[in-house]
């Protein structure tokens, strides 16, 4: 049981590149998320996806776009990426709402020059 | 807006010391609590989760936490830490009956030196 699978695990881009963050998980969860977790400031929600076929913005979504492609399937998409992209990027599912935990996945590690 | 603190950026510790670990949030309502833990070089794994009943639980690996409604509190305690609780640790609160929106601290990571 894979869980929660992001591709790539590592990428470098250079200043105005675009890129899109895979994310798939193989437990039937409704719910995906994305978040950025930066040095000193836990992780912060970027977008999130209720269930298949919604999206919504959470707390720093400025700079990305996300598609909630089926219900195994959540990406995140950076247009033209800037240094302050810089980060380690997770992806989450979870069976629903409120008291179910969040499953995460291994990170994508993106640096932006 | 909701937020959780975290009181202590790092902690160094002893084999076999005790440990506790902060966690204080903001929010009037009835909340979800949880505590992750993040090893190095890997992603985020559930410790340990309060959603009602007896505010004392039990996680994985000799964990437990304690909730205090009164002190909008959910400290992490370990009696007698090892070398391999050596990690990050992550706070995270979402209000109970709404949509799973995690709100995590900013983490504490803990060294436990043999």
């Known amino acids: 049981n894979a869980g929660v699978t992001q591709t790539p695990k590592f990428q470098v881009l250079k200043t105005g590149q675009s890129m899109t963050l895979q994310c798939a998980q193989d437990m039937n969860h409704n719910s995906m998320y994305w978040y950025r977790q930066d040095p000193g400031m836990g992780l912060r929600l970027i977008y999130y996806?209720?269930?298949?076929?919604?999206?919504d913005k959470g707390e720093v979504p400025n700079g990305y776009n996300v598609s909630r492609l089926n219900k195994r399937e959540f990406s995140l998409r950076l247009e033209s990426a800037a240094p302050s992209q810089t980060s380690v990027y997770f992806c989450?599912?979870?069976?629903?709402?409120?008291?179910?935990?969040?499953?995460f996945g291994d990170g994508t590690r993106l640096s932006i020059l | 807006a909701q937020s959780v603190s975290q009181h202590n950026h790092h902690v160094i510790l002893s084999e076999a010391a005790s440990l506790e670990l902060g966690c204080n949030y903001s929010?009037?309502?009835?909340?979800?609590l949880f505590w992750y833990v993040q090893y190095p070089g890997q992603h985020l794994q559930l410790l340990l989760k309060y959603f009602s009943g007896d505010p004392l639980v039990k996680g994985i690996k000799g964990f437990e936490a304690e909730f205090i409604k009164s002190k909008f509190s959910f400290n992490l305690r370990k009696p007698s830490v090892q070398w391999s609780d050596t990690a990050e640790y992550f706070c995270a609160v979402t209000p109970s009956g709404g949509y799973n929106k995690l709100i995590f601290g900013a983490g504490t990571r803990l060294a436990v030196h043999p």
């Open positions: 996806s209720a269930s298949e076929g919604t999206t």
């Open positions: 989450a599912s979870s069976d629903g709402p409120g008291s179910q935990p969040q499953h």
């Open positions: 929010y009037g309502g009835t909340v979800n």
